[in-house]
Structures are given as structure tokens and as C-alpha cells.
């Protein structure tokens, strides 16, 4: 199959929930991996970095710093969390979405729908990189200290 598209997808294709999910200038779309018929339409803004898929979830970032967290079987936004550092993906963990903001490493509580601080990282200088998690350290890159690993509530 082929599928005419109204502009280049941006980011993608990721697999979840059994769709392959695909981001174009407006819109996060849905379509079925073996017939290609469109299914859920997720309208975001421009998707600025890549889609981060977990758990039948999936996470983007868009040109305006603002996270959509989407339901993957259903297409529906489950949290929509402003202020995102641009071009740094989240991290999905769990019940929580870790992201940067422009001086500081933030913990979105899914649940309660709060952002907190984790770690204040303005003496560290920008992030440079997109966040990674690896047995609850979170490495990262900085601007004027390098390569990073925080671990919170231990650093």
C-alpha cells in the first residue's frame, strides 16, 4: 500500500499499540501496518523532536515546548505539559514523564498532573542533549559540564 500524505512526515514511523504512528506538520497520525487505513488523528502542533513510545504510550514534543502524552490504542491526549526545553525529547518512566526546562531536569506526576524541579541544572549550562535513563540515573549532556549522570535524590 501508499498512503498520499498533505506534507513530508517529520518524525517517524514508530509502532505502538499495533499502529504505526507517524507525525506530520499539524498532526500526529495513526495508521494500520497491513492495510494502511488511517486511524487516529492526535492534533499537536508541528512534533519537534523524536516520538518517544512506552507501554502503549507515546510522547512528543512540539515547536511550541509543550509534551503531549497519548493513549497509543485510543489516540486520546492522556497530558499535555508546557514549558518543554525545545528539541529534547521526555522520557517516559512509569507513572512519570521526566523533561527538561530551560534550568532544570522536571518530573511530570501523571497522575496528579504536577510538575516538580528534580535537579536545578542552570550551573551545568543548556542541555545538549536528550535525556536517558538507565537504572534510575539520568545522563544527559550539558554545555559547560560535559556529560552528565544524576541520580536524584543520591546527587
Excluded at 20 to 43: F, M, N, R, T
Excluded at 77 to 102: E, H, Q, T
Excluded at 122 to 148: E, N, R, Y
Aim: proline letters at 5%; one cysteine or more.
Amino acid at each position: 500500500w501508499r498512503r498520499e500524505l498533505p506534507a513530508a512526515p517529520r518524525w517517524g514511523p514508530v509502532l505502538a499499540a499495533g499502529k504505526v504512528w507517524l507525525a506530520g506538520d499539524a498532526e500526529l497520525v495513526a495508521y494500520d501496518p497491513v492495510e494502511g487505513a488511517e486511524g487516529a488523528k492526535v492534533s499537536c502542533g508541528a512534533v519537534a523532536a523524536e516520538i518517544v513510545v512506552d507501554a502503549g504510550r507515546l510522547a512528543i514534543l512540539n515547536d511550541k515546548a509543550e509534551i503531549f502524552i497519548i493513549n497509543a490504542e485510543s489516540g486520546e491526549v492522556a497530558s499535555r505539559i508546557a514549558g518543554a526545553d525545545a528539541g529534547k525529547p521526555p522520557v517516559l518512566a512509569g507513572r512519570s514523564v521526566l523533561y527538561c526546562d530551560a534550568k532544570s531536569l522536571m518530573r511530570h506526576d501523571l497522575a496528579s498532573g504536577e510538575s516538580k524541579r528534580v535537579l536545578s541544572t542552570s550551573w551545568m549550562g543548556a542541555f545538549t542533549s536528550p535525556l536517558i535513563v538507565v537504572d534510575s540515573q539520568i545522563l544527559f549532556g550539558t554545555s559547560k559540564k560535559g556529560f552528565v549522570c544524576a541520580k536524584p535524590g543520591g546527587n
